[in-house]
């Protein structure tokens, strides 16, 4: 592939995110997961909802953030964890500047920034995106197993899925999130 060479090439090339779809519940037996593109709109949903409770919080940013933050996927794939101990260091994250800078090409470079603060995760903005990355990923696996869907109890054994950014709101959801897993005899 090329450089998108035009805004009309990078809202064609868009269109494939809907059609990529989440490999870690492939790998899991989820039949029919969700896409990529679904997982980016619950993702900016949670950060436009949760963004308001936290002070100081430039949420208009974090949305700019969210935006893309998944973008390179259209390139490389939606890469599992299991996947990152199959390369080098640094790797996957240098492919994937790589695979945005063609993505992105007819925008301003401030969108290729946009990545690069969420890829560093220093700021609010950037932290709040991860967690409600990770924070949209859990949710999917309690809907999942909800509906008997795959085997995806292992998702709840790793710490590294429960990231809150050192903010309440993004706490509090998780918390409510195991209590309801809890009650449902998860």
Partial sequence: MRANGTLLDLCLELQILDRVPRSGYVLRGVHDPESVTEHSWHVLFLVWTLGPRIEGLDVAHAVEIALIHDLAELRIGDLPRVASRYFPDGAKKSAELAALEEILAPLPASALDHYREYQEGITPEARLVKACD??????????????GTGAL?????????FPDGDFAPVRELFDALRAWRAEAGG
């Fill in 134 to 147: 990770k924070l949209q990923l859990m949710l999917k696996v309690a809907v999942y197993e909800r509906w």
């Fill in 153 to 161: 109890g292992e998702f709840w054994d790793h710490p590294e899925n």
